[in-house]
């Protein structure tokens, strides 16, 4: 089923003869913004240069440490007044990165995320629970404005609660889910402790995570749906820029809205398809923030097959990272920012080490830490004053809970070169 | 004056030490005062999330914490008061309701019972009224130098 099916299928020159239009556009664009403005004048470039799509290897990159030095609004194209929604994502650092919409791009945003509920199966007639966090995390609010262009019954019941949730699922004759793969495992392990097997749940759409094809299989038996990938990120207005078809081997992007590029994330090179590499994506639709070459710091590789469905190039479930980003519970996580609130907080030394594991199908992050001897008063509740401090202030910017372990002094690794500081247990585990 | 030497008297240095709840931790630190010739009259371990606080009344207190710090462990003194109790029922009470009704609120306590008869080591929010208080209702404070 197809929701625009004439943009959904373009291909050959009549899709690369809009995307070289659609790029022009984003250039100048993005010449409002001063970052790239200077970026431009530097490389020499400017929108006139570009006469085939394969002139976008002339732009340098954008990083998500490039973001960092416009915040809060330092990468708006517009003025303000035309920026409608704001959504923050993480940082590499405390500040998070901070993306804005204009009216236009909720409206192209929904239309991505309409095409992907459609390209599942779901219709008008389906009623959707989004189970994921509403709020500055865009997988909420993005999927439930593509659900309600479908026309879809939407319920907007968010994380948490799981038992209310499974009632709603019954009561309210739920078909879609839409959650991260872990909590949908959570929930099929409550779903089973009351006794059901959600009769009327048909399909699920998962994403904001990595999840491995065991786990889809998991999935699929405990709930009963077929499962969906999703994939996206807030730089690219969120969930929905990629997303399975019917014959769920690979994501279809959405060509007519983004350039996708494979690059060796080491020398910057240009892969060709089936091979494997850093994802680079130009949004080519965005008005309030549109980004050239954004690195997107994801491991996967552009598909050669055509796929049966008639949509155009899909690249592969995603394999890992490039960078050390970890994902905990949907939410990504630089060590960087880890390392961040670390630093100013005087009490705590500075090493550090971060276990990250899988326990209940909820991933968990413990992060060890010295007390510096000097803040050590041999009380007891002193100890834990710090301990909360800690937990409290990397909640604030990580949104994510941790577990402190106050560690003896000199006890943590020290490295000589290159800090592993990262142990991330979870491999298969779900 | 005289009440503030006489708290200065009865403070006794305990050492607190700061250790992972983990095995072994406990043998190091009685091991490290072994090696320091140390005699340890009384302890207790206090429990929190993943951690605890080791503390010790000992002999020779520069000594156990000079140790303790040489061997990595991050240590502090507190002070405590030591209470001589009447090693019979309602000793504890008698003790307690000297500072209960004085307003003072004892944060921790532990007991142990030396070769003198039975200790009670107590740390309180405002240490100088708590020995002004006990030494005046009677009781029987341990000396810091002595700590028998």
Known sequence: MFWNKEMETLKGDALESLQLKRLKWTIRQAENIPFYKKMLNESGVDADGIRKISDIQKLPFTRKTDLRTGYPFGFFAVPKKQVV???????????????????????????????????????????FQNAVNYGLFTGGLGFHYGAEKIGMTVVPSGTGNTKRQIEMINDFGVTALHATPSYAMHLAEVAESMGTDLPTLKTGLFGAEPWSDNMRKALEERLGVRAFDSYGMSEMYGPGAAFECEERNGLHFWHDSYIVEIIDPKTGEVLEPGNKGELVVTPIVKEAMPLLRYRTGDITMILEDECPCGRGAKIARLTGRS????????????????EDVLKSIPEVGDQFMVYVDRVN?????????????????GELRDLERIQRKIQEQLKAILQVRTEIALVEPESLPRFEGKAKRVVDKRGDKF | MTENSDSCKYVIRQISVF???????????????????????????AESKGFGVVRLI???????????????????????????????????????????DAGINIEYAYAYSGRNGAVLIIRVDDVTSAVKKLLAAGKELIKAEECL
């Open chain 2, 19 to 45: 250790s992972e709840n983990k095995p072994g931790r406990l043998s190091a630190i009685a091991k490290g005062l072994e090696e320091a010739d140390v005699n340890i009259y009384a302890f207790s371990i």
């Open chain 1, 85 to 127: 929604r704001i959504h923050t994502t993480s940082g590499t650092t405390g500040k998070p990165t901070v993306v804005g919409y204009t009216r236009k791009d909720l409206d192209n945003w929904s239309e991505l995320i309409a095409r992907n509920m459609t390209m599942t199966g779901l219709t008008d007639e389906d009623t």
């Open chain 1, 323 to 338: 960078d050390d980003m970890l994902v905990i519970r949907g939410i990504n996580v630089f060590p960087s920012q880890i």
């Open chain 2, 58 to 100: 000992v002999d020779k207190s520069t000594a156990a914490l000079k140790k303790l710090a040489d061997i990595g462990f991050m240590v502090s003194y507190t002070d405590v008061i030591g209470i001589k109790m009447e090693d019979r029922p309602g000793g504890l009470y008698e003790t307690a309701s000297i500072l209960g």
């Open chain 1, 361 to 377: 199908h909820l991933d968990e992050m413990k992060i060890e830490v010295e007390i510096k001897k000097e803040f050590f008063s």
